[in-house]
């Protein structure tokens, strides 16, 4: 079973930068799509972007377009979420999750999430 756990998050000026992480324990993560979703409170899970298993292709939230990059390291077991010119709306909490494909699929084995502030 793939468990996911998220790191990297903290608290930053606007403007300034973060770069999360995913890690898969448990079974390799190295065959699927890897997701990375936000959730500020009140607010619905929003998708950041989504990653295919090679990390040949992505796909990203409008709003994250231009600013944000995934990526993946398969000899890590790790997918990245490199985040630029953050905004006070970036805020939210950040989770990765798993599918068979990068177009279509149920999402799953969700991590706990980090928590990112971008301050004013």
């Known amino acids: 079973q793939v468990q996911l756990v998220e790191s990297g998050g903290g608290l930053v000026q606007a403007g300034g930068s973060l770069r999360l992480s995913c890690v898969s324990s448990?079974?390799?993560?190295?065959?699927?799509?890897v997701g990375w979703f936000r959730q500020a409170p009140g607010k619905e899970r929003e998708f950041v972007a989504v990653i295919n298993w090679s990390g040949s292709d992505t796909i990203y939230g409008d709003s994250m377009k231009g600013r944000f990059t995934i990526s993946r390291d398969r000899s890590k077991n790790t997918v990245y979420l490199q985040m630029n010119s953050l905004k006070p709306e970036d805020s939210a909490v950040y989770y990765c999750a798993v599918r068979d494909n990068i177009y279509g699929g149920d999402w799953g084995s969700w991590g706990q999430g980090t928590q990112v502030t971008v301050s004013s």
């Open positions: 448990g079974r390799t993560f190295s065959r699927n799509a």
